[in-house]
């Protein structure tokens, strides 16, 4: 009953595009992360009031339309004004920008929840305050913030589908394409679906796991 | 950029008139979803909170593997994979059912973060003094739950109205559609985008800022073990 022939046939190219959706995700993963965590700092500590709010308001239009409008803006948008980014460049930037507004909202979080004595102390026993944050804030916060990190990462895998709208050959890309050279509509999807299943179901095992030992006491 | 503004002016009229029903659409997807996710969350508490075995380990399973599969993977299989199985749903249904699917496995998880925030105390003692379970949880549990649940709640309504947009690739005619297919009409790519994610930004700031404002009155003089970490996180 199951066309096992059809499987083998259509697992090479759906492998090849599990290998674009991973490098998509691991691109905007890096991106998101290292401009979230700044962006979380520059909001936070920065001395220049109108530069807090202008990473406030950057948070807020990430955070406030849909991640698809943000990436047309970017494929279409920026090739209107001479632009032009391949597909999946488009892909990693767009996800990365708005994955960093998600993320610099969970590391500002995760500041919050260490308690003010720590910086208080570091501060009274000499350390100066960009010391103090490396060496005694971001250790601990980061260990608050290593859950919702886990979190937005398969979030982030799931979001990559998005980007088949903009002709990034990832898996649902690389499926609807299938099924319009063979017309197995129904196999074609449930096999894209169970390999998101097969990517994402491990990885959230494995943050739960670490979700559960970072809780805890320190 | 002066030239952005009055070439994105001069055709705007024109959009807009296209955009109302649009927005309409993403409205209605909005809200028949949320509807959907609402009814369909509660049982699943409910089968969390069973006490035959398998009943609870199922759900589990279920919350799991629809969380793992993308909106659009799902919206996909609805659409275009059901039919060949003898099922069929216009873009619209298929569009409700995907996402009420999928946001209800989110609701459960905010339900669920309500109820457990109260202490099993207050049922007890409801009881104790000679209230009806229901009066007990009309009166004493679902005041307090709503305090937890209704900001979590909003936010969840927030992300499902961005991601309605998602429905555009299974031709649900929404505002991202309907923007996309007016950029192929007048090839200014940026200038509806930039109008059309002004429209999501002038419903969905406004609900965050709601959110914001809410959240500290609701838990006016009520001591709160959450800390911020856990707001964002819900």
Redesign the interface.
């Known amino acids: 009953m199951i066309p096992i022939d059809h499987i083998l046939e259509f697992a090479r190219p759906l492998a090849e595009a599990a290998a674009i959706t991973i490098f998509v995700s691991v691109g905007a993963f890096g991106l998101a992360l290292a401009l979230g965590l700044s962006l979380a700092v520059l909001r936070d500590f920065h001395p220049v009031a109108i530069i807090r709010w202008l990473v406030q308001v950057y948070v807020?239009?990430f955070?406030?339309?849909?991640?698809?409008?943000?990436l047309?803006?970017l494929f279409?948008?920026?090739?209107?004004?001479g632009v032009r980014l391949s597909s999946i460049a488009a892909s990693i930037l767009g996800l990365g920008l708005i994955g960093a507004a998600s993320l610099s909202?969970?590391f500002r979080?995760?500041f919050?929840?260490i308690h003010h004595g720590q910086r208080e102390s570091s501060l009274a026993v000499g350390l100066t305050p960009s010391q103090a944050f490396r060496t005694i804030i971001l250790p601990q916060a980061w260990r608050?913030?290593l859950?919702?990190i886990g979190?937005y990462a398969?979030q982030l895998i799931?979001?990559?589908?998005?980007v088949?709208?903009i002709a990034a050959p990832e898996?649902?890309f690389t499926?609807?394409n299938l099924?319009v050279n063979t017309f197995e509509?129904?196999?074609v999807?449930?096999l894209?679906?169970l390999l998101?299943?097969a990517?994402?179901?491990p990885l959230?095992r494995v943050i739960r796991h670490l979700e559960v030992k970072s809780a805890t006491p320190r | 950029m002066i030239d952005f503004i009055s070439t994105l002016a001069s055709h705007a009229p024109e959009w807009l008139t296209r955009l109302w029903p649009a927005l309409g659409q993403t409205l209605l997807l909005t809200s028949c979803s949320f509807l959907l996710a609402l009814g369909l969350a509660a049982p699943l508490e409910f089968g969390r909170a069973c006490r035959w075995s398998p009943v609870p380990q199922l759900v589990t399973i279920y919350i799991?593997?629809v969380?793992?599969?993308?909106?659009?993977?799902?919206l996909?299989?609805i659409y275009?994979?059901?039919?060949?199985?003898g099922i069929s749903f216009s873009a619209f249904v298929s569009g409700v059912i995907g996402l009420g699917v999928v946001y209800s496995t989110y609701v459960a998880e905010v339900l669920r973060a309500g109820v457990q925030s109260l202490h099993k105390g207050q049922k007890e003692a409801s009881l104790a003094v000679g209230m009806t379970p229901f009066s007990t949880f009309r009166w004493i549990i679902l005041p307090q739950a709503v305090r937890v649940v209704v900001p979590p709640l909003l936010l969840t309504l927030?992300s499902l109205l961005?991601?309605?947009?998602?429905c555009?690739?299974i031709t649900v005619n929404e505002l991202?559609l309907t923007?996309?297919l007016i950029?192929s009409e007048f090839?200014?790519?940026?200038h509806i985008?930039?109008l059309?994610?002004m429209i999501?930004?002038a419903i969905?700031?406004p609900m965050?800022l709601f959110v914001r404002w809410l959240e500290p009155q609701l838990n006016r003089g009520r001591r709160t073990g959450s800390?911020?970490?856990q707001?964002?996180?819900h």
Request: proline share 7%.
């Open positions: 807020e239009i955070r406030n339309i849909p991640s698809l409008t943000h047309f803006l279409f948008g920026l090739a209107y004004v909202e969970v979080a995760s919050e929840s608050v913030a859950p919702p979190n398969v799931k979001d990559t589908s998005l088949a709208a898996i649902m499926a609807r099924v509509t129904t196999l999807y449930t894209a679906a998101y299943l990517i994402c179901l959230s | 799991d593997v969380r793992s599969i993308p909106i659009l993977a799902i996909y299989l275009f994979g059901l039919p060949g199985i927030i961005k991601d309605t947009s998602i555009a690739l991202m923007s996309k950029m090839f200014l790519p940026l985008f930039v059309v994610g999501y930004f969905a700031w965050s800390t911020p970490i707001q964002v996180l």
